[in-house]
């Protein structure tokens, strides 16, 4: 089987790894990524990345000619890609910018005039109410008519697809598996000791960007509420809020229990991860559905839990989007916003060991079972086989 995928998710050479392992699965399965050759990352200023191609047996990334250097929606292909599909003549061609973007509606259009016979297949996060108006709502529909596959990355992404009319085939899986030899239990003592970490410390984490809608300011809360015990609250990232939560430690005479670190890369997140008893991602939504459009944010994902589980940390999120489904009955779930429950939570996990070995341990089966990049590998390729059996 052949396997083109479009994205500019795939720029990054870690987020390449699910397709990597995809293409080891088979030795009759070719996997081609085609990416921009100029990108803009959101948010990062001046900054272009420009790919090279990358070549690994049957598993190739090539950078092709793009319009829009910055805009999924907008982003399409120079003719350099009519060649490369003439030449590799995938089976299965799978977009993940989105349904109502351009390039998928561009890979579709040469799909059909090239007469490939591929099966459409795109992928999307999108996981808010909307109405599509003309000439968008056209866009969607041509796009939609056209897929014979859908993976969302996550239920709320599909659910929403099926109310605008889609009726074909749907997995539900993230983009991005974890590693889960980066990311395993591993002791920490010096790290600890550097940080002025006990042994007998508890230590709640956090890792992601400092904004409402993370619901850090809810976990704070939250902490301050639990007796005076041996407890840290460490937390990784950074964002808007990071001056307010110093302040807020210091007013409530918690600052000695607050670690706050930012910059840490990403191969070094595992590290710290381990030292922390619980990891908590209390996200809360904002979203607010407006004429023709939804404005605002829920859970897509979050992918720190399965990095957690694969440390064998267990996890508390809350129940804004997609969190519920991702931890299942391998951790604990709160109202989102509400910090007396998931002040509780944390109670729970502290005075109760065998409990928190026990969530630990169903998290860590559950990320071995369904989020690893081979895991996912495998879901992905059981997918395109049931399309091309149709």
Known sequence: MKILVASHTYIVDLNCEKFKTLAQLDPNLEVTIIVPQKWKPGGVQNKIIEKQPRFEGNFKVIPIYNFSQNNQGLLTFGTDIIKLLNEFKPQIIQVEQGV???????????????????????????????????????LEQYNLKNTDGLVAGNQD????????????????????????????????PELAQKLGIK???????FVGRFVEEKGILTLLKAVQALPEKNWKLLLLGRGELQAKIIQESKDVKIEDKLIMLESVAHDQVPQYINLMNVLVLPSETTYQFKTLTAVGWKEQFGHVLIEAMACKVPVIGSDSGEIPNVISDAGLIFPEGDSTELKNCLSQLMLDPALADKLAEKGYRRVLENYTNKALAEKTLTFYQSLSDK
């Open 157 to 188: 992404a599909a659910d929403i697809l099926r109310d605008h009319g889609y009726n074909k085939a749907v997995a539900v899986m993230p983009q991005l598996g974890v590693d889960e030899v980066l990311f395993s239990p591993q002791k920490q």
């Open 100 to 138: 109502k973007s351009f390039a998928y509606a561009q890979l579709i259009t040469l799909n059909k005039w090239l007469n490939l016979k591929a099966k459409n297949v795109f992928f999307t996060w999108w996981n808010l109410p909307y109405e599509s108006k003309f000439p968008v709502s056209y």
């Open 199 to 205: 042994k007998q410390d508890f230590v709640i984490g």
